[in-house]
């Protein structure tokens, strides 16, 4: 299937502004405008993980909000993987966080394979964690096989 010139067409206007709104509804201080741009950010990571499967790739913390977003509303979830030729593969998110993680080789790779798609990376999204990123977001994990990296937890300290 050849993918849209907008990654918004990848999902109704409707789908679109409800996912904004989910983005607004964890976020009630970020503008209508950024939970816009996390919600394309978020296809075009989807896309990216649907044409390659396997390959190790990562959104940034933001863009994870936006993704977070997509898989609460399971049904067009579910279609949107389809209709990217995810063959018959759901793609999947399992939690985890480790906020001493940043891996920049991840995300690098991650806007490359968005660029081969026709694309390109909102860069003000796709950047290093820190205190000065756009907006705090709900999101705090962003790993996932076949689809992020995957950090094994770290043992808590035992209470002698």
Same mark, same amino acid.
């Given at each position: 299937?050849?993918?849209?010139?907008?990654?918004?067409?990848?999902?109704?206007?409707?789908?679109?502004?409800?996912?904004?709104?989910?983005?607004?509804?964890?976020?009630?201080?970020?503008?209508?405008?950024?939970?816009?741009?996390?919600?394309?950010?978020?296809?075009?990571?989807?896309?990216?993980?649907?044409?390659?499967?396997?390959?190790?790739?990562?959104?940034?913390?933001?863009?994870?909000?936006?993704?977070?977003?997509?898989?609460?509303?399971?049904?067009?979830?579910?279609?949107?993987? @389809? %209709? !990217?030729?995810?063959?018959?593969?759901?793609?999947? +998110?399992? #939690?985890?966080?480790?906020?001493?993680?940043?891996?920049? =080789?991840?995300?690098?790779?991650?806007?490359?394979?968005?660029?081969?798609?026709?694309?390109?990376?909102?860069?003000?999204?796709?950047?290093?964690?820190?205190? @000065? %990123? !756009?907006?705090?977001?709900?999101?705090?994990?962003? +790993?996932? #096989?076949?689809?992020?990296?995957?950090?094994?937890?770290? =043992?808590?300290?035992?209470?002698?």
């Amino acid at each position: 299937m050849p993918l849209p010139a907008l990654p918004r067409m990848l999902i109704t206007d409707e789908r679109f502004a409800s996912c904004r709104e989910t983005v607004l509804d964890a976020n009630p201080d970020m503008s209508e405008e950024l939970a816009g741009r996390i919600v394309e950010e978020a296809l075009k990571f989807v896309a990216a993980c649907a044409k390659n499967p396997g390959v190790g790739l990562a959104p940034s913390r933001i863009v994870d909000e936006g993704w977070h977003t997509l898989i609460l509303h399971t049904a067009m979830y579910a279609e949107l993987c @389809e %209709t !990217l030729g995810a063959r018959g593969r759901f793609i999947h +998110h399992y #939690p985890g966080y480790d906020p001493t993680h940043y891996d920049p =080789p991840i995300l690098d790779r991650t806007r490359e394979k968005i660029a081969e798609l026709g694309w390109e990376a909102d860069s003000e999204l796709w950047g290093p964690p820190s205190d @000065e %990123t !756009l907006a705090s977001v709900a999101a705090k994990c962003q +790993h996932a #096989p076949e689809c992020t990296i995957v950090i094994t937890p770290k =043992p808590k300290p035992s209470s002698a």
